[in-house]
């Protein structure tokens, strides 16, 4: 068990890298496809606004493994940093959004 263990949280950082990349990824299409779709509705901008969300907290991940694998303090402060500003400015801006009533309809 102690070896399963050991095995596991040595492959962490290796994992959060790629989890988050996958992750940022992911957002970043999401981001990307509605910025192509021009401007509109406050839907389409509700979800890139999402999108972005998920790319900076997969970047955070990736930034986070990296602490993991070098142990640079550096590394750990700007990921933290930089996620939480980016998930605090889109949580409010998502909550603005998410109350405009032509988005209810």
């Known amino acids: ?25 992911k957002g970043a299409a999401v981001w990307i496809s509605g910025a192509r779709r021009g401007r509109g509705s406050t839907g389409r901008l509700l ?3 999402i999108g972005f969300r998920q790319a ?31 998930v605090f400015e889109t949580g409010t801006i998502i909550k603005a959004l998410r109350s405009d009533p032509r988005l209810r309809a």
Do not use: D, K, N, Q
């Not at 263990?5 to 492959?11: E, I, N, R």
């Not at 907290?57 to 940093?81: C, D, H, Q």
């Open 1 to 25: 068990m102690h070896e399963v263990m050991t095995a596991l949280l040595s492959a962490l950082p290796y994992l959060l890298i790629a989890g988050g990349s996958v992750m940022a990824w």
């Open 47 to 49: 979800e890139m606004v």
């Open 56 to 86: 900076i907290v997969g970047l955070g991940l990736i930034g986070f493994g990296a602490w993991l694998w070098t142990r640079e303090t550096w590394l750990l402060v700007l990921a933290l940093a930089v996620v939480g500003e980016e």
